[in-house]
């Protein structure tokens, strides 16, 4: 079993900054991916980035060039830098680890809100 726990979300205007972390404890395998989602009211669940344990990285459009996520692998962590928020960003984010072994493993931190106000 994998637990991931979230922190960092909070209120920022636009055009601020924030930072989220997600670490995960538990049953890790070396290989995974760990990427952070987000789901605003009322639309589905959408990739926000993701990165590879080997450190390949895939972002959505509409956060490139604004949103860098980065991990370190000794602690099981990964991050999210936010910058040039707009209030589109409001949404619960939520951290993601997929690993496989036989089967695919999905797991999910249990979200943090992110509001941009304008």
């Known amino acids: 079993q994998v637990q991931l726990v979230e922190s960092g979300g909070g209120l920022v205007q636009a055009g601020g900054s924030l930072r989220l972390s997600c670490a995960a404890s538990?049953?890790?395998?070396?290989?995974?991916?760990m990427g952070w989602y987000r789901q605003a009211p009322g639309k589905q669940r959408e990739l926000v980035a993701d990165i590879t344990s080997g450190g390949n990285i895939e972002y959505a459009e509409s956060v490139k060039g604004r949103f860098t996520i980065s991990r370190d692998n000794a602690k099981n962590t990964v991050y999210l830098q936010m910058n040039s928020l707009k209030p589109e960003d409001t949404a619960v984010y939520y951290c993601n680890l997929v690993q496989s072994r036989i089967r695919r493993y999905d797991y999910w931190g249990q979200g943090t809100q992110v509001t941009v106000s304008s």
């Open positions: 538990g049953s890790i395998f070396s290989v995974n991916v």
